[in-house]
């Protein structure tokens, strides 16, 4: 996964589930693509992991690639599977747990 600091480069991110495994009672993230604009995070988590609840000061685009997880999104529960997506405003208090074992792309936004 070729790293890019401009956002006038174009990238291919490939391989993702080869060079982010799922490792047993973890989390594991990975910045495969970082640029003035926007930063790509690609997470893996184990069953029964998660991230309490925080905040970040850029708008964030989640989408789970696979497994299922429990998302709280300002209070709001929501059971979340592969392929769902979820815009984060900045500053709004999120949390989430894996239901099974999962992997998450994240991209959070300068505003």
């Not at 392929?83 to 792309?105: E, F, V």
Request: proline letters at 5%; hydrophobic letters at 35%.
């Amino acid at each position: 996964m070729p790293e890019s600091k401009s956002y006038k480069q174009s990238a291919a991110i490939t391989g993702i589930n080869e060079t982010l495994p799922v490792v047993q009672d973890s989390i594991t993230s990975k910045v495969p693509l970082e640029n003035d604009i926007f930063q790509l995070t690609l997470f893996s988590f184990d069953k029964d992991q998660g991230l309490s609840t925080h905040t970040s000061t850029k708008a964030v685009i989640l989408t789970l690639l696979s497994g299922s997880m429990e998302f709280i999104l300002d209070g709001i529960k929501y059971e979340i599977t592969s392929g769902d997506s979820i815009y984060i405003s900045p500053n709004t208090p999120h949390s989430l747990k894996a239901k099974s074992a999962s992997r998450m792309q994240l991209i959070m936004i300068n505003v």
